[in-house]
């Protein structure tokens, strides 16, 4: 079964009015916690002057098989009636390695706690939709050893099945080749090599790739 990614498909910044309070949502794809960290503090640095700079974020874990980790903060505004709404409209979109950050220049009219949740959750929703959602497929990149006179078929089976061969290595034990395919076609492609080359090979998955 293929996983699926999704983020952001640009960096950009969307404006939102509501009654007298002008609300600016900042959204990025990013790598990862520091990277979010970063356009964090690069967007508190930028409306410094604002009355709040509200933000969230959702990342891969770097342990394998963990849940994303996932960030807010309310930055002044009442607990839970800003940071929350905009990790929502994230994860709503089942959004990876994306960071959102609200800033907002208070016009004089209190909005109330209902109101706020409504002008934060709008306006990191406006982002994503202005940004669009990038779809990443998961390839996996593997690693192939076989004999010196069977390198000709593993190569060939690999190019038969469309994969995007890396490197080829020669030592004295024989061939290694480097490819990234398509999740999908690791079976197949098991089953090819083990009959092509008489089972004389050894496929291993490095990591999951997504692109």
């Not at 061939?175 to 009959?195: F, G, H, M, R, S």
Request: glycine share 8%; hydrophobic share 35%.
């Amino acid at each position: 079964m293929s996983m699926l990614k999704k983020r952001p498909a640009k960096n950009m910044e969307v404006r939102n009015q509501v009654k007298d309070s002008k609300f600016y949502g900042s959204i990025f794809a990013v790598e990862g916690r520091e990277e979010a960290e970063k356009r964090i503090g690069e967007i508190k640095e930028k409306y410094s002057d604002a009355s709040h700079n509200v933000s969230a974020f959702r990342v891969e874990s770097t342990e394998l098989d963990r849940d994303p980790v996932e960030y807010f903060d309310d930055d002044g505004e009442p607990s839970g009636s800003s940071g929350p709404p905009i990790l929502e409209a994230i994860r709503g979109e089942a959004l990876l390695n994306t960071v959102i950050v609200v800033t907002r220049y208070f016009g004089g009219t209190k909005l109330g706690i209902g109101g706020l949740i409504r002008a934060y959750g709008d306006t990191a929703r406006l982002a994503i939709s202005e940004a669009g959602v990038e779809t990443l497929k998961e390839f996996y990149l593997i690693e192939v050893k076989t004999s010196f006179d069977k390198i000709g078929i593993v190569l060939g089976q690999l190019e038969a099945l469309k994969s995007d061969i890396k490197n080829t290595e020669y030592s004295n034990q024989g061939a290694v080749v480097t490819a990234i395919i398509p999740t999908d076609i690791k079976e197949k492609l098991k089953n090819i090599l083990q009959e092509k080359t008489a089972a004389d090979y050894d496929l291993k998955i490095i990591k999951s790739v997504f692109k």
